[in-house]
């Protein structure tokens, strides 16, 4: 069982800067395809971007750019550093983790994002 808790997201003006955290129980943490979701309210959740264990990393094509995604093994924490943050990213942001094997098994309960314009 893999345990996941975001946080780090709040209300910011557009053009700002929000870093996103999220640390996973679990001691193969390494093994993990880690990724970043959204939701927004009416919509579907959508991918956002993706890291996997051998830091391969993917981004939605609206995110490219404006978003970076890290992680720390050693503190089993992934990141998502969003800068120029648009009202169109507003969402509730979901840290998600694949075990091996498997597409995305977890999910953490999700931190909200909230660009004002």
């Known amino acids: 069982q893999v345990q996941l808790v975001e946080s780090g997201g709040g209300l910011v003006q557009a053009g700002g800067s929000l870093r996103l955290s999220c640390i996973a129980s679990?001691?193969?943490?390494?093994?993990?395809?880690m990724g970043w979701f959204r939701q927004a309210p009416g919509k579907e959740r959508e991918f956002v971007a993706g890291?996997?264990?051998?830091?391969?990393?993917t981004y939605y094509n609206s995110v490219k750019g404006r978003f970076t995604i890290s992680r720390d093994n050693a503190k089993n924490t992934v990141y998502l550093q969003m800068n120029s943050l648009k009202p169109e990213d507003t969402a509730v942001y979901y840290c998600?983790?694949?075990?091996?094997?498997?597409?995305?098994?977890?999910w953490g309960q999700g931190t909200q994002v909230t660009v004002s314009s």
């Open positions: 998600a983790a694949a075990t091996i094997g498997h597409d995305y098994n977890y």
């Open positions: 890291i996997g264990w051998t830091r391969g990393i």
């Open positions: 679990g001691r193969t943490f390494s093994s993990y395809q």
